[in-house]
């Protein structure tokens, strides 16, 4: 028995009496008449698909071990009439009091109850722990003695039957308001993303994000990878400008109770106004991430880098109201050059194209940053030229001829997966090179035998000369090991292969 997030077929369980109540109206006038479940009531659950009714003995569950935990199966099969195991009392825990009769009676949506085994007096439990691939990964369920009343409420949602009457009310969940709504969503974020507790390659921690300690790498492949990084000057004047307002407030609440009234020439109002609501929003947006236990990356500073950009806009508007026009615009077009160098830069990160490893390693402005410069083309590495094979039977070997190398087209093949050797393909090539070298040792022999008639009629007859009784005439000349040992001893220069 599992719990599953989506509505389907499978999510229906019919009530039914015990076997003795079924026993006790069997013969009653009332038997197939519906009967409400109240608080207390003894019931069983079948599943109406399977006719496996809801079950639960001293077993522990696959995945939670606990010895207060028991494992809750379906047990039985159509027509089987089960066993007290399948016993459950009805605890109505909590009605909503708009409904009359919610606290005692079992109604669709307003009733929250229990359901207490009575043999092991353990009640259903679930507390979203999944099962492993071969359940799906859904959500184990258990019986647990002594379990807290939160985690064992249920709710029933549909309520069918045919004899239900056509104008019976039909319950509806309470529509909450925008605070409701709010205060939910906010809740289940909360628990969703505390949820995510594995750790990864590239996570980091929040106090590293505002000085951009180090990226996060998304894709990587031959001479190209993505990786997410900020534009350094822009990161780091936003957390200038946020620590320069909270120390300026210092100083001057310091000053202040001194008796100094510094006016920062009449801008400090504004100053607090604009900047000093920028970088509170800046602060909101990330303290919350050091309560998280889940796990961070770079991009979840990215709203409070927003506000701390806006901040730095601002302090240095205030900073140069009172300079010429002129020195303001040559202070502006510097960073902006800034920026923009600093963009088409690291622009081989954002979007995976080709760089070189020098380049990479002079953009490491902190030894922090951990993208891999390795996968990029050494320019400083000498052109390696691979050897031109060697062909069989010629006299004359030609130099290669020139090549022009690319060393990107070069890393790229080195990068390619390895050939699947043909190993017939192999020995076929080592029997041919084999006959060659037969065929040109018994043409040596051949052009300078000893004048021994003896010697040349052995060397000629290991040679093999075509004989009527064994061989063809068209048949290859094969030699034994010792008479070609003899024949290329007799030769007075090596043949050329």
Same mark, same amino acid.
């Given at each position: 028995?599992t719990?599953?997030?989506?509505?389907?077929?499978?999510?229906?369980w019919?009530i039914?009496?015990?076997?003795a109540?079924e026993?006790?109206?069997?013969?009653s006038t009332?038997a197939?008449?519906l009967?409400?479940?109240?608080?207390g009531d003894?019931?069983?659950?079948m599943h109406?698909?399977?006719?496996?009714?809801?079950?639960?003995?001293d077993e522990?569950?696959?995945?939670t071990?606990?010895?207060?935990?028991n494992?809750?199966?379906?047990?039985?099969?159509e027509?089987f009439k089960?066993?007290?195991?399948?016993?459950?009392r009805v605890?109505i825990?909590?009605?909503d009091?708009?409904?009359?009769?919610?606290r005692d009676q079992l109604m669709?949506?307003?009733?929250?109850?229990?359901?207490?085994?009575?043999g092991?007096?353990?009640a259903?439990?679930?507390?979203?722990r999944?099962?492993?691939?071969w359940a799906h990964?859904?959500?184990?369920?258990?019986?647990?003695?002594?379990?807290?009343?939160?985690?064992?409420l249920?709710r029933?949602e549909t309520n069918i039957?045919?004899?239900?009457p056509?104008?019976a009310?039909?319950?509806?969940?309470?529509?909450?308001g925008?605070?409701?709504k709010v205060?939910e969503?906010?809740?289940v974020?909360?628990?969703?993303?505390n949820?995510l507790?594995k750790?990864?390659?590239?996570?980091?921690r929040?106090h590293?994000?505002?000085? !951009?300690?180090? =990226?996060?790498?998304?894709?990587?492949a031959?001479?190209?990878?993505?990786? /997410? @990084? *900020? #534009?350094?000057?822009?990161?780091?004047?936003?957390?200038v400008s946020?620590?320069?307002?909270?120390?300026?407030?210092v100083?001057l609440?310091?000053?202040?109770c001194?008796?100094?009234n510094?006016?920062?020439m009449?801008?400090?109002e504004r100053?607090a106004d604009s900047?000093?609501?920028l970088?509170?929003?800046?602060?909101?947006h990330?303290?919350p991430?050091?309560l998280?236990?889940?796990?961070l990356f770079?991009?979840?500073?990215?709203?409070?880098l927003?506000?701390a950009?806006l901040?730095?806009?601002a302090?240095l508007?205030?900073?140069?109201?009172?300079?010429?026009?002129r020195?303001?615009?040559?202070?502006?077009?510097?960073?902006?050059?800034?920026?923009?160098?600093?963009?088409?830069?690291y622009?081989? !990160?954002?979007? =995976?194209t080709?760089w070189?490893?020098q380049g990479?390693?002079?953009s490491? /402005? @902190? *030894? #922090?940053?951990d993208?891999?410069?390795?996968r990029?083309?050494?320019?400083?590495a000498?052109?390696?030229?691979l050897?031109?094979?060697?062909?069989?039977e010629?006299s004359?070997?030609?130099?290669?001829p020139?090549?022009?190398?690319?060393?990107l087209?070069?890393e790229?093949?080195l990068?390619?997966?390895?050939?699947?050797?043909d190993?017939?393909k192999?020995?076929?090539?080592?029997?041919?090179?084999?006959?060659?070298?037969?065929?040109?040792?018994?043409?040596?022999d051949?052009?300078n035998?000893?004048?021994d008639a003896?010697n040349?009629?052995?060397?000629?007859?290991a040679?093999g000369e075509?004989?009527?009784q064994?061989?063809?005439e068209?048949?290859e000349p094969?030699?034994?090991?010792?008479a070609?040992?003899?024949a290329v001893?007799?030769?007075t220069a090596?043949?050329?292969?």
């Amino acid at each position: 028995v599992t719990l599953y997030g989506f509505r389907d077929d499978n999510n229906f369980w019919v009530i039914t009496r015990t076997e003795a109540a079924e026993s006790k109206y069997q013969n009653s006038t009332e038997a197939g008449k519906l009967q409400p479940v109240r608080h207390g009531d003894i019931v069983r659950l079948m599943h109406w698909k399977t006719f496996r009714r809801l079950h639960s003995h001293d077993e522990r569950p696959p995945v939670t071990t606990n010895d207060y935990q028991n494992e809750v199966t379906g047990y039985g099969w159509e027509g089987f009439k089960g066993d007290s195991n399948d016993h459950w009392r009805v605890q109505i825990m909590e009605g909503d009091a708009s409904v009359p009769g919610s606290r005692d009676q079992l109604m669709a949506i307003h009733s929250k109850f229990r359901l207490v085994h009575v043999g092991r007096r353990c009640a259903l439990f679930s507390n979203r722990r999944k099962l492993p691939k071969w359940a799906h990964e859904q959500v184990e369920v258990t019986c647990m003695q002594s379990a807290k009343v939160p985690k064992t409420l249920w709710r029933i949602e549909t309520n069918i039957h045919a004899d239900i009457p056509a104008g019976a009310p039909l319950a509806e969940y309470r529509r909450p308001g925008l605070v409701a709504k709010v205060l939910e969503a906010t809740a289940v974020m909360w628990r969703v993303n505390n949820g995510l507790t594995k750790s990864h390659p590239y996570e980091s921690r929040p106090h590293t994000w505002p000085w !951009l300690r180090r =990226g996060m790498a998304f894709w990587g492949a031959d001479n190209r990878a993505i990786y /997410l @990084l *900020g #534009t350094a000057p822009v990161w780091w004047l936003s957390l200038v400008s946020v620590l320069l307002f909270g120390v300026l407030q210092v100083v001057l609440f310091l000053r202040s109770c001194r008796g100094f009234n510094d006016r920062l020439m009449g801008a400090r109002e504004r100053y607090a106004d604009s900047v000093g609501f920028l970088v509170v929003g800046w602060v909101l947006h990330w303290i919350p991430f050091f309560l998280m236990g889940r796990q961070l990356f770079l991009h979840h500073y990215l709203p409070a880098l927003w506000l701390a950009i806006l901040a730095f806009s601002a302090t240095l508007d205030l900073l140069t109201r009172r300079m010429r026009r002129r020195i303001r615009h040559v202070i502006m077009g510097i960073l902006l050059l800034v920026v923009v160098r600093t963009y088409f830069q690291y622009s081989h !990160l954002a979007y =995976g194209t080709p760089w070189t490893r020098q380049g990479c390693q002079r953009s490491k /402005l @902190l *030894g #922090t940053w951990d993208y891999d410069c390795k996968r990029y083309v050494d320019l400083d590495a000498a052109p390696t030229v691979l050897a031109a094979p060697i062909p069989a039977e010629t006299s004359h070997i030609d130099p290669p001829p020139a090549q022009n190398f690319d060393p990107l087209e070069h890393e790229n093949k080195l990068n390619e997966p390895a050939p699947r050797i043909d190993h017939d393909k192999l020995n076929s090539d080592a029997d041919k090179a084999h006959e060659a070298m037969v065929k040109a040792a018994t043409t040596v022999d051949k052009n300078n035998a000893a004048p021994d008639a003896n010697n040349a009629a052995g060397a000629a007859g290991a040679a093999g000369e075509p004989n009527a009784q064994n061989h063809h005439e068209d048949e290859e000349p094969v030699i034994g090991d010792d008479a070609h040992h003899e024949a290329v001893a007799q030769t007075t220069a090596p043949p050329l292969f």
